[in-house]
Structures are given as structure tokens and as C-alpha cells.
């Protein structure tokens, strides 16, 4: 390592008041974490190579415990609430030293790493980590920096995370033992007393939510995208169980990323250099790309072994559902490279109706484009999350609520704009129910939905004749190659149409109930996607 290097890390560490820790791990290699977590107890090696970790009492992000630091860059521009939770800056100036402290003489493994493919909206992270395994998870999803790029590398952002560090609520300001703190104004995301590892990963994001749409004018997604053969770029927006995941691995299109992007003048980039994939009950017949990926370098959380083997049960939920798997993106074969594509021809909005309501397409206008999207509406039905017996109607703001600083219209203007600056097909795309409501009615198949996804990408719609469905107001195509005409009016599929044209009116109150969060800073175009008995109150 240069002398100009060790300066600047040994600048940087004293400025954070790391100067006294143990020893610094540098960007070590996959293998040389690999051998440092094992050894720590950290992890266990599993039949294909890939690591298996545990992270511990969360298996999940806490939402409830992620704060954003209130101050001179955020005050007037982070939309505070339950979702952006305000943390008093001289509490995390204390909270931070404690944190720090707590670290002297400790061994640290520290990453360099970039968040943005497009290396001119990329930026620069550190991340200091108190466990190989944590640290292996950044290599994984940060993009990689060349070796030469790491000389003098100074970072935009630091990312402290001490799992074995717990708050005390009552002198620290947090609510519980467990927190994840961004600062803008230190540039330090903070993060303590959980092992789960998401909470980096989603900060970065948070971050990067905040700085490109209102210093960039980049806007910030999450979502997957894919590119065609002839360099087609599409979106897909969408909740988990909505099928994001499934829809935009396509054998036939290369995979930009799988969760966050952002979309410039230049086009779409990923932010990230990995995948964090849902593993439960996963199978090679199911996601083969994601199933092949899974070997030395990946890293599993909260898996389980067949008993007396070191092969994964994929189907063992003894921890939680939500076991993961984090791995380079060039584990997937067809994956982009760099992870970027040219301006989106086609946009889904990925919903899993569990009403029955919604078409299973329809082609939106720009402004249902923007109050669909400020909705993020989807329905979790029974098996989906601990607790759901019956459907339940789920609305996350931008398809990423718990992620996104700024008020939900500002994306979703961004949005907008963008449509009609590059002419972009909008679809609504109802991978939910048919014929009835759940309970009633049936999953509109899977082979269907890939077909009207690929009619949208091959513009085998672009010349069919469409109606216009009652209440929302969406326009659907009358005919589809490859699949049945009767699917495509949602409303014909019942066999009592007086129930649908209730369903449909119970739906729409429900939207016009969670809109009633954003009505206030919506524009009028916006608002012309609403649902007709909104548009009249």
C-alpha cells in the first residue's frame, strides 16, 4: 500500500476517532474474509462453498429504529414522520464517541467500495465493520473499486456498524437497544445492537434517495431492470410476493440489477454490485440463476443444514422466512456489464391483487403513472408474512417508503417527468387474482403474465384497441397473443358482476384513504389518476 494511501486511511481513522483500534483488515479478499469468519465462529462453510451466518434477534431491518439526523442540510427538506424519524444531532455526536470508544484496541475490517455504476453520480464509501462476515456482505453488494482506484481513496460516506453494541434508550434518544442513524452533515450512517446486515445495505440507499433527486436531479429507484438484446431497457417496480424477482429474470434479457437504481440523463444504472436475494424454498427448477449463484463467495443468513449433511434446507423456516443470500452480480450469468442501460422503453408496476379488481394489464396514463406509483399498492395474502390469514391491503409510497427522505411526489414529479421526456410505456401489471377475489377466485397464471410482459417489451400492443375499466379508470388491451381474450376484462371473469363492481368501489376507498397522506402536495396531473369518485369529491 502506497505512503499516500496509509496517510490519508490513518487521517481518516483519527478523524473518527479510531486511531487507537487493534488493527485495521483492509480490503481484505472474499477468502481471506471467507477464513477470518470462520475462525472468528462466525459462520460455517455449506456443501456448494457459499458462508452461512445467523444475524442474530433481527432477521429483518427495524423500521421503528431508523432515524435520520435533524439539521441544517435535512430540516426543511426530509419528510419527517414515522417513516423519516428525526434524531437530535448532539445525541448522535455522543452516541457516536461511545460507539467509537467502544471500539479502541478492537481488530476492524474496513472496505472501500462505490454505491452508482454511472461513475458520474458514484459515491464513495467506507465501510468499518466488527465482524469478516459484515464486511464480506459490503463486498458483495458496494460495486468493487480497481486496485488503482483505492490510492488515495477518500470516502462520501463512512458506514460504522457494531452489532455488539447497544444503546441505553433512555440517555441515548433512541427507542430501543438497536439503531441505524444517518447523518448528512458528518456523512457517517451508524449503525448498532443488530446483526442484520440490510441495515448498510438500505442506509447507503437512503442516502443516496436524499442526494440524487434533489442535488442531481437523478431519480431514485426501487426496482429491478433488464435490457434486450437490441439494448431495451424496462423497469419493474414492486412489493415483495408481486413477482419483481421472478418477471424481470428473463432468460432472453440481460440483468442490469435486481433492487436499487437510479435513472440520469445518462440512462439507468444500478447502485449496487450485487444481489440480495430472498433463498426460502428456493429450488434450481424455480430461480436457477439465483440457485447457481449460491457457491463460495455468497453468503447465506438464517439457512438451515439438512440434518447430518452440509447441504441447505432451503425449505426450513425454524429462523425466519426471510432467509437471504448476498452475491457479486456477475455471479449471474447475462449480467450487464458495467450494470447500466440506456433510457426505459416499458415500466411495470407490479401488483399482486388479491381483490380481483385489476386487469391483468393495462396501460396507464402519465398521470395514473405518477398516483399509482405514490401509492405502491399490492395485497399480502395467507403464508406471506407471520400473522396474514386473510388479504391484506399493503400501500408502500414510490414501491419503497421506508427508504425514501424526501416526500413521495417529489419522485414521483421526477417521475413524470422523465415519462415524457423519453415517451416511456407505463403498464400496470396484476399478478394477483381473477375470476373472484382470494378465496373465490384464482392466481392468474404465470405463463400469461410472462406473455403480456413480453407483448408490452416487443410492442405487440402498441396497435390493439383498448377499453377502459369503471371506477380506476384503467385502459386495458382487448386482445393479447397468447392469451385468452376473457382474461383481459377482469370484470367478465366474474360470474357475479354486481360483487366485482363492489370489490372495485371498496378498492378505490381504499386508495382514496391512503392518498388522503400525499393529497395535500399533489399536483393536479397526479391527481387524474385517482380513482373517478376521488377526482369528484
Not at 499516500?4 to 474474509?33: D, M, Y
Amino acid at each position: 500500500m502506497k505512503r499516500s494511501n496509509l496517510e490519508s486511511i490513518f487521517k481518516g481513522f483519527k478523524n473518527l476517532g479510531l486511531a487507537n483500534a487493534k488493527g485495521v483488515l483492509w480490503n481484505l479478499t472474499p477468502a481471506e474474509l471467507v477464513s477470518e469468519a470462520i475462525k472468528n465462529n462466525e459462520g460455517v462453510l455449506t456443501s456448494t462453498g457459499a458462508l452461512m451466518c445467523d444475524t442474530g434477534k433481527f432477521t429483518g431491518r427495524s423500521p421503528k429504529d431508523r432515524y435520520i439526523v435533524k439539521d441544517d442540510i435535512t430540516a426543511d427538506k426530509v419528510w419527517w414522520g414515522n417513516i423519516n424519524i428525526p434524531f437530535d444531532s448532539d445525541k448522535f455526536d455522543k452516541l457516536f464517541d461511545k460507539v467509537v470508544n467502544s471500539l479502541a484496541y478492537k481488530r476492524l475490517f474496513v472496505r472501500d467500495a462505490y454505491a452508482g455504476a454511472d461513475k458520474d453520480y458514484q459515491l464513495k464509501v467506507r465501510v468499518i465493520d466488527t465482524q469478516a462476515w459484515h464486511n464480506l456482505f459490503c463486498y458483495n453488494m458496494f460495486i468493487r473499486p480497481e486496485k488503482e482506484e483505492l490510492v488515495d481513496f477518500e470516502p462520501d460516506f463512512t458506514i460504522v456498524a457494531v452489532p455488539e453494541y447497544f444503546a441505553n434508550p433512555e440517555v441515548d434518544g433512541t427507542r430501543a437497544e438497536n439503531f441505524a442513524i444517518i447523518n448528512f452533515t458528518r456523512k457517517i450512517i451508524l449503525v448498532g445492537g443488530t446483526g442484520y446486515t440490510g441495515e448498510s445495505k438500505k442506509g447507503i440507499f437512503s442516502v443516496l434517495n436524499f442526494l440524487l433527486p434533489e442535488q442531481k436531479h437523478v431519480l431514485s429507484m426501487h426496482c429491478s431492470a433488464n435490457t434486450g438484446k437490441e439494448g431495451d431497457t424496462a423497469i419493474f417496480f414492486g412489493l415483495s410476493g408481486t413477482g419483481k424477482t421472478t418477471l424481470s429474470a428473463d432468460p432472453d434479457r440481460f440483468l442490469i440489477g435486481d433492487d436499487e437504481h437510479g435513472w440520469s440523463e445518462n440512462g439507468v444504472f444500478n447502485f449496487e454490485g450485487g444481489c440480495y436475494a430472498k433463498v426460502i424454498d428456493l429450488t434450481r427448477e424455480s430461480e436457477p440463476q439465483i440457485f447457481d449463484a449460491i457457491k463460495f463467495g455468497s453468503l447465506l443468513e438464517n439457512t438451515r443444514f439438512i440434518p447430518g449433511t452440509s447441504i441447505v434446507d432451503f425449505s426450513n423456516k425454524e429462523v425466519t422466512e426471510n432467509t437471504r443470500v448476498s452475491y457479486p452480480i456477475d455471479y449471474i450469468s447475462g449480467a450487464c456489464k458495467p450494470s447500466k442501460g440506456d433510457h426505459p422503453e416499458n415500466i411495470f408496476f407490479l401488483t399482486c391483487d388479491a381483490s380481483g379488481v385489476f386487469p391483468p394489464v393495462s396501460k396507464l396514463t402519465v398521470g395514473q403513472a405518477m398516483y399509482h406509483f405514490i401509492s405502491g399498492y399490492t395485497a399480502k395474502v395467507a403464508g406471506t408474512e407471520a400473522g396474514i390469514t386473510e388479504p391484506t391491503s399493503v400501500f408502500s409510497a414510490c414501491f419503497g417508503a421506508p427508504f425514501m427522505p424526501l416526500h413521495p411526489t417529489k419522485y414521483a414529479e421526477l417521475l413524470g417527468e422523465k415519462i415524457k421526456d423519453h415517451k416511456v410505456n407505463i403498464w400496470l401489471i396484476n399478478t394477483g387474482w381473477t375470476g373472484g377475489a382470494y378465496g373465490t377466485g384464482h392466481r392468474i397464471p404465470l405463463k400469461y403474465t410472462r406473455r403480456m410482459i413480453s407483448a408490452a417489451l416487443n410492442g405487440e400492443l402498441e396497435n390493439v384497441e383498448y377499453n377502459q375499466l369503471p371506477v380506476f379508470g384503467l385502459n386495458y388491451p382487448t386482445t393479447c397473443p397468447g392469451v385468452p381474450e376473457e382474461l383481459l376484462n377482469p370484470r367478465n371473469t366474474w360470474t357475479n358482476k354486481e360483487e366485482y363492481d363492489e370489490k372495485a368501489q371498496l378498492l378505490a376507498e381504499k386508495f382514496t384513504e391512503n392518498f388522503q397522506n400525499y393529497e395535500s402536495y399533489a399536483n393536479e396531473e397526479i391527481m387524474t389518476g385517482a380513482p373517478a369518485a376521488m377526482q369528484q369529491a
